[in-house]
Nanobody, 125 residues
């Protein structure tokens, strides 16, 4: 069982930045596929960024490409999401997710097995 714990959410004004962190328990972090997902009220959960830790391959949703950066610290079993140039439409609950091994798509929730509890990001105009 993998446990994920997110932190770093908060409230910022449009144009600001936040960095989310997700720490995973257990062994094998360097073989995980991991992703950041978000869900706004009344909307479906969507993938915004993902990575296969094993080789560093990354993917981003078009809505965040160039503004968000996913990265990892294998020594700390921690995944990050640096969010810059935030917009009001980025407001959502953000979730960290993981699966063991390489998955077909980092941005599809169907391929993720383990989920964190979420951290709220609110961007005001």
């Amino acid at each position: 069982q993998v446990q994920l714990s997110e932190s770093g959410g908060g409230s910022v004004q449009a144009g600001g930045s936040l960095r989310l962190s997700c720490t995973a328990s257990g062994d094998g972090f360097d073989t995980y596929s991991m992703g950041w997902f978000r869900q706004a009220p009344g909307k479906e959960r969507e993938g915004v960024a993902g990575i296969y830790i094993g080789d560093g391959i990354r993917d981003y949703d078009a809505s965040v490409k160039g503004r968000f950066t996913i990265s990892e610290d294998i020594a700390k079993n921690t995944l990050y999401l640096q969010m810059d140039s935030l917009k009001p439409e980025d407001t959502a609950m953000y979730y960290c997710a993981a699966s063991r091994g390489r998955v077909w798509s980092f941005l599809s929730s169907r391929y993720m097995t383990y989920w964190g509890q979420g951290t709220q990001v609110t961007v005001s105009a």
